[in-house]
């Protein structure tokens, strides 16, 4: 997690950091094109060390300054060696969104946004975990299975650089509000969770069924804009 926040402070400290000829730039580029579709793939998410994944997206414009968003991404299991407990990974991610800009979105230009999307997640994750046998004479690993919905609502908000006519880089940041429903696997009756590794939860039986939690999202993404 530490070097997704890094990633993400070092690009908002760059945009702030030129961000004081903004205003200029701007005026100058106000007869270029306007944006009609955006593709877009999210770079932080290869980053995050528990769930990565690859998620692409389609925005397209429904009003001026205002464009709705359809995201889809896959977990997977890419060989990162932390965390050691976490040995398997599937899952999907489905996001629809609504962004609207401060202006009328040109192909040059800065431009910031306010956006409010809906957010489902599925996960299937395999974890070894140590459990505690026959009234603790012994400890073994069981691999124990972790099935989890997660729907999300987040508000969030960001700049939206160009770095050429046709490609863009999109930072920004929010706040959600999730809904959890979780299920574990069975494992023998006699068994006694201990632990599956430091840092990683996911322990086995916690928060099992409905729960709530925030949600804090991060963008960082590289866009095609016609």
Request: glycine share 8%.
């Amino acid at each position: 997690m530490y070097k997704i926040l890094l990633l993400a402070s070092c690009l908002f400290f760059l945009v702030i950091a030129t961000d004081a000829n903004a205003q200029s730039v701007d005026e100058k580029y106000a007869t270029q094109p306007e944006i009609k579709g955006i593709v877009r793939h999210s770079l932080i998410h290869w980053l995050d060390p528990y769930l990565p994944s690859a998620q692409v997206g389609l925005d397209y414009k429904i009003a001026p300054r205002k464009y709705l968003r359809h995201d889809v991404g896959y977990f997977f299991d890419i060989g990162y060696d932390e965390p050691r407990g976490l040995i398997g990974i599937n899952g999907i991610r489905l996001r629809n969104g609504y962004r609207k800009y401060d202006q009328s979105p040109r192909r040059l230009g800065r431009l910031t946004y306010i956006e409010f999307n809906l957010d489902y997640r599925y996960l299937d994750l395999l974890i070894a975990g140590d459990f505690e046998r026959d009234n603790f004479n012994f400890q073994q690993r069981i691999n124990y299975s972790v099935w989890q919905h997660s729907l999300t609502a987040n508000v969030q908000t960001g700049f939206f650089r160009h770095i050429n006519e046709h490609w863009r880089l999109d930072l920004g940041f929010g706040l959600g509000l999730r809904v959890n429903y979780r299920e574990y696997s069975s494992i023998p009756d006699n068994a006694e969770y201990r632990t599956n590794g430091p840092y990683l939860g996911w322990d086995y039986g916690s928060r099992p069924g409905l729960s709530l939690g925030m949600n804090i999202p991060i963008v960082v993404a590289i866009a095609y804009q016609w």
